[in-house]
């Protein structure tokens, strides 16, 4: 019987269906109505949901875009486990390992496209972890406490040998030991492998032309400012030799006026002891 959704999931599960872009924005405004409605506790569960790297966002969107579709991956996934383990018998599980496969093929396809969509590259590195998270899905199938789609807030890693004797043993798992998704990394295929070191290549020649690029226009407006400082230094002098020129004049000139006036004012005192003389 399907797990009866909370209110708050409703109000969540929105988030995950936006662009990437838009996430961190909305959950803070989520948490902040939150918890001015009065919720504190969810407002601090929204508040802790963490943005999803680009492969887990467009897986997210895979399930959204068509749930029903993506129940037909876990289902294959889990026909896979039966027929391995002989829980499933009279079947061919090599037809069953290759429309799983095509399953898988079809998902990356619509993977990249919606990646290339929402403007996020579709690398190698970055297809081959939407791979990854899709095998880990149909790995864990609908078993409670593991990651679901729809809400993936991480890439993940296939589980690991000792996991899947659990899986396919029918173990009860417990949750805590679900989570980190931690397996040995499995072994790359030499073609993704230069692939990914081209694109490694390619990014290391663009950052070196952007940086030489920056450089050169960094030593222009170097070159540029030198002149102009060279060029303001020299007014700098000549506006000091000028001002010194300028002030030894105003000196002079004092000195000239100073004498001029002490000149006329002899000239009045004697002009005074004349008039004197003449009228006695």
């Known amino acids: 019987m399907p797990k009866r959704r909370s209110d708050l999931d409703a109000e969540i599960d929105p988030l995950f269906q ?8 909305a959950r803070n405004a989520l948490a902040a109505r939150l918890r001015k409605e009065g919720r504190a506790a969810e407002a601090e569960r929204v508040k802790g949901l963490a943005k ?5 966002w467009a897986v997210n969107q895979l399930y959204w875009q068509d749930p029903r579709s993506f129940e037909t991956l876990l289902t294959a996934g889990e026909r896979v486990r ?45 297809m081959r972890r939407v791979s990854m998270t899709l095998e880990a899905l ?34 009860k798992l417990e949750p805590a030991n679900l989570l980190p998704f931690r397996s040995r990394k499995p072994v790359e295929d030499p073609a993704a492998a230069r692939a ?4 490694a290549v390619q ?28 060029a303001v230094e020299m007014q700098k002098q000549e506006i000091e030799a000028r001002y010194s020129e300028a002030k030894e004049q105003s000196r002079a000139a004092a ?20 008039r004197a003389a003449l009228e006695g």
């Open 18 to 25: 936006l662009p990437l872009a838009e996430f961190t924005g």
């Open 52 to 56: 999803p790297p680009a492969p887990a």
């Open 82 to 126: 039966h027929a391995q383990t002989g829980k499933l018998r009279n079947v061919d599980l090599r037809a069953l390992l290759d429309d799983k496969k095509k399953l898988m093929a079809a998902f990356r396809t619509r993977a990249a496209a919606i990646l290339a969509g929402g403007g996020h590259a579709a690398s190698a590195e970055v």
């Open 138 to 171: 149909a790995a864990w199938g609908e078993r409670d406490g593991v990651p679901k789609a729809g809400r993936l807030t991480a890439d993940l890693e296939a589980p690991g040998f000792e996991t899947l004797a659990e899986l396919m043993g029918g173990t």
């Open 196 to 199: 990914r070191a081209h694109e």
């Open 203 to 230: 990014a290391a020649e663009k950052a070196l032309r952007v940086a030489r690029r920056e450089a050169e226009h960094a030593q222009a407006a170097l070159t540029k400012a030198n002149a102009r400082t060279a």
């Open 255 to 274: 000195t000239e006026a100073k004498k001029r006036a002490q000149t006329a004012a002899d000239a009045e005192r004697a002009l005074a002891k004349a």
